[in-house]
């Protein structure tokens, strides 16, 4: 089976940074994928680390260790547009497992 | 990068009625889709993988005769509530997958079960 943990709300300050993180238990893993949903709107794909390290996208990177079976999505100079439910995911058998999500609140 | 899209974007009926949602890729062919559930604030669950051609695989607990679901070309999947009831309110996503494997998600349609 598989599991991931993420907290469930993190609240930040517009123009800082933010930390997300996802611990996960699968058996079979292949990458660690973070998603970002804004309320009604489709989940759209921010990043995706298969090895260890860090992968960053703008004001967006990603980190993963595998040999503790966690990863976090760190957000940079926070955005009110920021605010959103971000989700951390796993393939299994061919098929995208999603964590529960964190709802992110940014504060002015 | 590729689109995907839904329809209807949202949806009312009454229970017992069946409701059809659309799931197109509109510039790329996608031979697997998939369906996802979402209830409010929480998070996406797969219903079942659509494949061209082929009956779809349909997720432990997920009922196949209540969840229809088509495939029948390669940027067409469709999903049917059969007997709607208010339990089945909920938000229902599709995406498709590229021929690289990357995937794409639709913009959900909401359905409202009165």
């Known amino acids: 089976g598989q599991s991931l943990e993420q907290p469930s709300e993190v609240t930040a300050v517009e123009g800082a940074i933010v930390q997300i993180n996802c611990t996960y238990q699968t058996s079979g893993f292949y990458g660690l994928s973070w998603y970002q949903q804004h309320d009604g709107g489709a989940p759209t794909f921010l990043s995706y680390n298969a090895l260890d390290g860090l992968e960053e996208t703008g004001r967006f990177s990603s980190f993963l260790s595998r040999s503790d079976s966690y990863g976090y999505l760190l957000l940079q100079e926070l955005q009110m547009k920021d605010s959103a439910s971000y989700f951390c995911a796993v393939n299994r058998d061919d098929k995208i497992i999603f964590g529960k999500g964190t709802r992110l609140h940014i504060l002015p | 990068g590729a689109v995907v899209s839904q329809h209807p974007s949202w949806v009312i009926c009454k229970s017992g009625t069946s409701v059809k949602i659309e799931c197109r890729s509109l510039?790329?062919?996608?031979?697997?889709m998939f369906w996802y559930r979402q209830f409010p604030k929480q998070s996406l669950m797969l219903m079942a993988t659509?494949?061209?051609?082929?009956?779809?695989?349909?997720e432990q607990g997920v009922e196949k005769d209540k969840f229809l679901i088509n495939h029948a070309s390669l940027t067409l999947s469709t999903l049917t509530v059969t007997s709607a009831h208010p339990e089945d309110s909920s938000f229902y996503i599709c995406s498709a997958r590229t021929s690289g494997r990357d995937e794409f998600f639709g913009p959900g349609t909401r359905l409202t079960v009165l």
């Open positions: 659509s494949n061209e051609g082929s009956k779809a695989t349909y």
């Open positions: 510039d790329f062919q996608a031979t697997t």
